[in-house]
């Protein structure tokens, strides 16, 4: 199977993005699309699983004749389906079992079942240039923050994690805090950028936590705590709102470049991998290509839309696994419907 050139459906369910891709080994990333439901979840302020999973069922078939229209291709042409097994939420990830195994039976191709966070990953391997390995890998989600030694495909090392929330998930509580809305984190982001081109003195300064803590480890729940006694403390003048939004992401900031460098001098690595959708956060961006480049490193970032959810890094990381772990998958055909809402990343290695 290695030698010829995989043609993978790549399915992502696990949250409230539906993402569909095609991959083929031999020619690149061939097509995508993208279903984002965040408008729907909105009135509620957060993800609703039952809906989620719902309008996964609604979407994610016209999504597959979409992007194979636009390839050129039919469901013939299919060599293999990658879904993401987990983590996530458990009626949404089985809509995307379910899928890639009925579609899997009917062609009678391998189903792949994919770790989200692999898939993330995973994701800066689409770009050019691509990262070799070894690499440090920054996994920021809305469900993870995770230090990751990276030393090939499935050869994964958690480092360090964050002990209490993500920090996608501080940035959308602190957003709900500030009135932003859902989700949170671009709006966030986008508030604090815009009060630091004003220019304007620094007003506030939150606390770093964890980052002198002499681990790889995170902690972030305290900082919307910090955030909402700010606000206690002052009258919510759209200043003082853009001044808090900024001094929350400069504290995220620095924590989350401090402990990556420390990564790297831990591990002796000198490529970082940023992945998850706060990867795609400007300011943790150009903080740490900035201070990378000071010690002789160089960040690795996924393109911009495949920082957040999509299907294209499951049809890749599934293209990836067929390649290099032949004999592990044809294990996975015997149990396509098993879904992980909690799954460990470094069980996916190649001896597992
Ligand atoms: O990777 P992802 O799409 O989904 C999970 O697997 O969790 O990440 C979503 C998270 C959300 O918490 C969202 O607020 C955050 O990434 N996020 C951002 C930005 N864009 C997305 N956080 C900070 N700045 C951004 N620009
Ligand atoms: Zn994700």
């Not at 090392?157 to 993500?166: I, N, P, Q």
């Not at 808090?244 to 690595?269: C, H, N, P, R, W």
């Amino acid at each position: 199977m290695s030698s010829h050139p995989l043609l993978v459906l790549g399915v992502e369910t696990s949250c409230d993005e539906t993402g569909v891709a095609l991959y083929d080994t031999q020619r690149g990333l061939l097509s995508h699309a993208l279903y984002s439901q965040s408008e729907m979840h909105s009135e509620y302020g957060g993800v609703v699983p039952e809906l989620a999973s719902r309008d996964h069922i609604r979407r994610v078939l016209p999504l597959v004749r979409q992007i194979l229209d636009s390839a050129g291709l039919s469901l013939r042409d299919l060599d293999a389906i990658a879904y993401t097994q987990g983590p996530g939420l458990a009626g949404a990830l089985l809509v995307g079992a379910s899928i890639a195994a009925a579609l899997g039976f009917a062609l009678n191709i391998p189903v792949v079942g994919i770790h989200h966070l692999e898939g993330h990953l995973l994701s800066p391997l689409l770009s050019t240039p691509a990262p070799a390995f070894p690499f440090v890998a920054l996994l920021v989600s809305g469900g993870h923050t995770q230090l990751m030694e990276v030393n090939g495909f499935g050869l994964y090392k958690l480092l360090g994690e964050t002990v209490d929330d993500a920090a996608g998930e501080a940035f959308d509580k602190t957003a709900k805090l500030l009135g932003l809305g859902y989700p949170g984190g671009p709006a966030l982001s986008k508030l604090a950028d815009e009060f630091f081109r004003l220019g304007q003195p620094k007003h506030f300064e939150l606390p770093r936590p964890m980052l002198h803590s002499g681990d790889l480890n995170f902690s972030f729940s305290g900082l919307k705590t910090a955030v909402l006694t700010l606000m206690h403390k002052h009258e919510m003048t759209p200043e003082i709102r853009g001044a808090i939004a900024l001094a929350f992401q400069e504290a995220v900031v620095d924590v989350l470049t401090g402990k990556s460098l420390a990564a790297l001098a831990k591990t002796g690595l000198t490529r970082l991998v940023v992945a998850g959708g706060v990867g795609a956060n400007r300011q943790l961006r150009s903080s740490l290509r900035h201070k990378a480049e000071k010690i002789g490193a160089t960040v690795f970032f996924p393109e911009l839309e495949f920082c957040t959810d999509n299907g294209a890094m499951i049809a890749f990381a599934g293209a990836m696994r067929l390649r290099e772990m032949p004999d592990r998958d044809k294990r996975m055909d015997m149990d396509m419907f098993t879904i992980h809402a909690r799954w460990d990343l470094e069980m996916q290695g190649l001896s597992a």
